[in-house]
């Protein structure tokens, strides 16, 4: 129960916040952009796009939201509140997925791409969101600045995204699959393109075990950091 009035409220604020409306407002420039596409480069331009939301937009979104919050002393009410510090990061990993997956398959959608796997669709943006939040919250601690912030995601964003490109024709190797963003790009091309079930199987089962990994690794992280600031 506490979960889930955690994620309610996080949904609320990110609201008020105007979240939602940038939301909005950026899946429209890509729906208007990509409706002058041509089927051959929209089959390679929409997985890209439906994978930037929960990954680059994710990631600087939570950096906000942290920041917005340890502005407001929220985090120093987290501490003597009966909410656990891992419920508070799955909370935010949660409402984080549910605007990506609205976004994800509303640009879907209203780009009438003919063939969709929906349910893979789901499954790759929820852990592709969860990687990115539990990353970013990571990457939050101990910045006080959004330009702070900023700063430190660039090594990182260097080290997920620029090796998805290999996917698109560049130098490629399977061992590639390693890097958990290349193994969520794949997994979402397959919503679009086809994969196989093995395939399905194998890159959700590591990812699952990813985002278990990062969950662990945030939480600790954020008591350290954040809430006990050691």
């Known amino acids: 129960m506490r979960l889930l009035n ?14 939602y409306l940038v939301y909005v407002i950026i899946t429209a420039m890509y729906l208007i952009i990509m409706s002058f596409l041509p089927d051959d480069i ?5 997985p ?26 929220v985090l120093m009410v987290l501490v003597v ?21 609205l976004a994800a398959f509303a640009i879907t959608y209203f780009s009438h791409y003919p063939t969709v796997n929906w349910w893979l669709l789901l499954l790759s943006t929820i852990l592709t969101s969860g990687i990115f939040t539990l990353l970013g919250i990571m ?17 990182y964003m260097l080290l997920f995204i ?21 193994a969520a790009l794949k997994l979402m091309l397959g919503a679009y ?7 399905i199987a194998t890159l959700a089962t590591y990812l699952f075990g990813i985002n278990y990994i990062l969950l662990k690794l945030a939480v600790t992280t954020f008591e350290k950091r954040i809430v006990y600031q050691d």
């Open 6 to 19: 955690a994620v309610l409220a996080d949904i609320r604020f990110q609201i008020k916040q105007g979240f």
């Open 42 to 46: 929209l089959a390679v331009a929409l």
């Open 48 to 73: 890209l796009v439906v994978f930037s939301d929960p990954s680059v937009l994710g990631l600087f979104f939570i950096g906000g939201i942290i920041l917005m919050e340890k502005g407001q002393g």
């Open 81 to 101: 509140s009966p909410l656990r510090s891992w419920e508070y990061i799955l909370s935010k990993a949660i409402s984080l997925a549910i605007v990506s997956v």
């Open 139 to 155: 990457i939050n601690a101990g910045c006080n600045t959004v330009n702070q912030y900023m700063l430190k995601t660039i090594p």
């Open 162 to 182: 620029l090796p998805c490109f290999a996917l698109l024709g560049f130098p490629y190797s399977e061992l590639f699959v390693i890097i958990p963003s290349v």
């Open 193 to 199: 393109h086809g994969i196989s079930g093995f395939e």
